[in-house]
């Protein structure tokens, strides 16, 4: 006999809600099959056995690898052993947006993201580089326990791409190919290195230079090529890429601070246990604490190891750049209410 119309119409139907239930429940028993075999260990703490992946840019000898190691070993310890980091430093997993993108897919846990980078993606970040806001990198690390440098954290934009907190590298230097740059308008025509990023390049441009925004692996060679003729860099990286073999200047500027974004997926963090999610921030918030502390005391010792590898190590202040600050403030002062009250709050 002929089924009427209506009746296969439904049948249908329901054989649909039938097979999309048992797809997002077998998601649901993953899950909570995970959870459990997470929950039953020895010590009857809900710790998973996981083996997170953590990218960076940076090379083994930078601050941020030794954080990032750091985080590992606080992660073993508080953890029974049972939560640890596989560390892949030094573009390894591609460049910013790559790893952006990997974290975002599920590919990648944990990723140290320049601010710089993300500014471009999220405009309110260009708030830490208004130029001579911070003295020294305690007092930016103070201002990102703030509510104002939360909130920023918070507009992170991305796909399940949350932001936990900041870490700092050290504070902004200028090196120079083969020009010693005393004053500002001595930027004028330079071809200077930038992290590619809005304010960034916004900085150099009001000083007459022509940024050229460059990812740190490909400076070196553009140092050395004549390419560029200076650099938007840190004394670390100074060191650690040996840029004095292709430079001969460093203008100890400390003009901005220098944080990454410790980004994670958010859809990994908040299937995870209460407790779980502690050890993890807990062994951030150490890791974080470290690179401040060791970074802060290093400052001399740096300048000490450019000067002995031959060169010309000096020191240029706020007062040298008071019309790019006072740019760098109007504009961006305009673009966003929060970065206006972030200057108006840490500017001293
Ligand atoms: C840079 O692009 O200049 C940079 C990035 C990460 C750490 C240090 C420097």
């Known amino acids: ?191 200077m290195r930038v992290t590619p990023s809005p304010p960034l390049q916004m900085f150099y441009k009001e000083a007459g230079a022509a940024p050229e925004g460059l990812p740190l692996p490909e400076v070196y060679s553009a140092l050395q090529t004549g390419v560029i003729d200076g650099m938007d860099i840190d004394l670390d990286a100074t060191i650690t890429n040996k840029y004095s073999e292709v430079a001969k200047y460093v203008a100890v500027t400390n003009h901005m601070v220098w944080p990454s974004i410790v980004v994670t997926n958010e859809r990994m963090l908040d299937g995870l246990s209460e407790e779980a999610q502690k050890i993890i921030n807990d062994s951030l918030q150490a890791a974080i604490a470290y690179a401040v502390e060791t970074r802060s005391g290093q400052e001399e010792e740096f300048k000490k190891e450019l000067a002995s590898q031959g060169m010309t190590v000096y020191e240029l202040g706020a007062d040298v750049f008071k019309e790019q600050i006072e740019a760098f403030d109007a504009e961006y002062s305009a673009k966003s209410d929060l970065i206006k009250q972030f200057i108006k709050e840490f500017r001293k």
């Open 1 to 191: 006999m002929k089924k009427p119309l209506k009746f296969t119409l439904v049948s249908c139907l329901l054989a649909l809600l039938f097979v999309l239930a048992a797809c997002s429940n077998s998601n649901a028993t993953k899950e909570t099959d995970n959870k459990s075999a997470e929950s039953t260990n020895s010590s009857g703490r809900d710790i998973p056995e996981m083996k997170f992946k953590l990218a960076h840019i940076t090379s083994t000898d930078h601050m941020w690898h030794k954080a990032a190691e750091k985080f590992n070993e606080e992660l073993k310890a508080r953890s029974d052993g049972k939560m640890e980091l596989e560390i892949y430093p030094a573009s390894q997993l591609g460049t910013e947006a790559d790893m952006v993108q990997q974290v975002e897919a599920g590919s990648i846990d944990f990723a140290f993201i320049t601010a710089a980078y993300l500014s471009a993606r999220t405009p309110e970040m260009s708030a830490w580089f208004a130029p001579y806001t911070f003295k020294n990198l305690q007092e930016a690390s103070d201002a990102s326990h703030t509510d104002i440098a939360r909130e920023i954290l918070g507009k992170i934009e991305g796909t399940g791409l949350k932001g936990l907190d900041y870490l700092f590298a050290g504070q902004r230097t200028m090196v120079f190919k083969s020009k010693e740059v005393k004053k500002a308008s001595d930027l004028e025509g330079l071809k």
